[in-house]
């Protein structure tokens, strides 16, 4: 079962395409974690947040714990500027070394600036964000 991270505005329909594949991101979550945290900034992870809905889904493809709806808190939503800044940081950090991440830095690398273009679409539009995850 391969996890993935992506992106959910919210609102309906944010009026621009928020696909971003995210399947490595979530493959290399700990590298990125630990080189958001040298860096200084906010680890992509801290975006999470999930509603009802979210968990339901995620508990349908086999993880999670029904237990978990009933606890959960509202969903936390983010700026574009505020996801920009770790993003923006994991990028120029890649960008002068990708292979530190491994052989899949280059596309790890890749989908950070697709993330980027998501997110500055969502602070140009005023709307806000957090990140989701998804097995499949």
Known sequence: ??????????????????????????????SLERLALSLGVKPL??????????????????????????RLPPPQWYGGAEGLTTIDALV????EEPHKLGSEGP?????????ARVLRKTEDRGLRWHLAVSWR
């Open 107 to 115: 596309m790890v690398l890749d989908e950070l600036k697709e993330y």
């Open 45 to 70: 992870i801290e975006y999470f947040s999930a509603d009802e809905n979210s968990m339901s889904l995620l508990i349908e493809e086999g993880a999670g714990n029904e237990e978990l709806i009933k």
């Open 92 to 95: 120029d950090a890649l960008a």
């Open 1 to 30: 079962m391969a996890a993935s991270l992506y992106i959910v505005v919210e609102g309906e329909d944010p009026g621009f395409d928020i696909f971003v594949n995210g399947r490595l991101l979530a493959r290399h979550e700990d």
